[in-house]
């Protein structure tokens, strides 16, 4: 008697059991038909589509052989040359030739990457102080040439923007570095690139003082001429 109701015992609970493990595979299998009919049901996210970046904002003379110091002017929209460069060389290489080297002055960069991805291509990033005008980008071209811009500070407003633009981009000069060139511009318009205040010393940073650096930009009586020149992204 005692071995049968143990029998019966063990075999009750063993029943259990498996009823249990029966019961949890029925609640698994009916959350994965809500999952799968949740996925089939629900349409797919859409794709965010790419955004293509701004076009750098350029001005370049084309006419041949230019005289002054700059061939151009860039107007870059911030101090990363990681995010500047690539919109750059999408510009200059079919004009200029592949850019494979740029060089700059680190007092306005923050971050000077020894190297910058672009298009197809890598172009390779040197700095020198003081030999590079601290406002000035200069580029070389494997077995082409060498170009030297303006580089606008990217807080720069837009009008004064333009008339450095117009004047770096000039056939016939001004015969100025970049940095004494923005200080011209300074002097004539009384406001600095940012739109604040010119303080009283600052255009005699220069040798010649300020009025003779101002006398070496001419007033710009009207439209700039554009036979001579590039302008992109403005």
Sequence with gaps: MDSTEGISHTGYHAGSFLAKDETRAAAEAARRRVRIMSATLLPPLPQPEPVAAPAARLALKTD?????????????????????????????????????RIAVNPE??????????????????????????????????????????????????????????????????????????????????????????????????YEGGASAVAAAVPEQTGPPGRASRLIVGM
């Design 64 to 100: 041949g052989t230019s005289r002054g110091l700059l061939d151009g002017a860039w107007w870059p929209r911030s101090r990363d040359l990681l995010s500047e460069l690539p919109a750059l060389t999408d510009v200059l290489d079919p004009l200029w030739g592949r850019i494979t």
């Design 108 to 205: 306005h960069w923050p971050v000077i990457p020894r190297k910058v991805p672009v298009d197809g291509h890598i172009v390779k990033v040197g700095w020198f102080t003081p030999e590079i005008d601290p406002h000035k980008l200069l580029l070389l071209s494997y077995g082409t040439g060498r170009w030297d811009l303006l580089v606008i500070p990217p807080e720069t407003g837009a009008e004064s923007a333009a008339r450095l633009m117009a004047a770096a981009s000039d056939y016939d000069g001004p015969p100025l570095t970049a940095s004494a060139l923005i200080a011209a511009d300074e002097v004539r318009h009384g406001v600095s690139p940012t739109g604040g205040p010119l303080e009283p010393d600052e255009a005699w940073e």
